[in-house]
């Protein structure tokens, strides 16, 4: 799953180790992402690609505001699972946001406004219609023309009306004796 945060870099450290496989070297990157509430939102992230580390520093030499896509997955360490936040992408965001509390997390796909297409509705939701109030939808959808009619009161259907110039089919049946229109 890939994270997008956008903040204000508050703290940067290396690690470094030594593994089967050789010598290894990683950052912990803590960013201030959502200062709108009463108490700041932060996220600590592991940059393990040198370029998003070069990017990270230098914007927070400058104070600015970065933007991390990160990678989220879980892990079990001796019977315990531990969250971990890897960020691949780094870059400096001269946005809205920056000026906004530094903007906030967007989680999964991004959000994109929705187009009108199939499927969507036209307009906005309907009140129902109340007794004594005859109003005609100012957007949305259309009210139905013809084709399904409500049952009576005592029972039984009435049939919808036929169309105007068409013949009608008791008055005339087919030449092989049937009443079906085709």
Known sequence: MTY???GKVLNLNERSG???RGPWKMWECVIEHDTTGQFPRRVL????DENAYNTIASIQQQQGVVRVTCSVDAREYNGRWFNDIRAFRAEPFNGMAAQQGYGQQMGGYPQQPM???FAQ???GYQQPMQQGFAQ???QGFAQPQGGYQQPMQQGGFTAPAAPA???DAQAAP???GSDLPF
């Open 165 to 167: 110039g068409a013949p």
């Open 121 to 123: 509705p036209q307009g």
């Open 115 to 117: 187009q009108q297409g």
């Open 174 to 176: 087919n030449a092989d």
């Open 4 to 6: 997008e945060f956008i």
């Open 136 to 138: 005609q939808p100012q």
């Open 18 to 20: 030594q593994s089967a």
């Open 45 to 48: 992230v592991s940059v393990w």
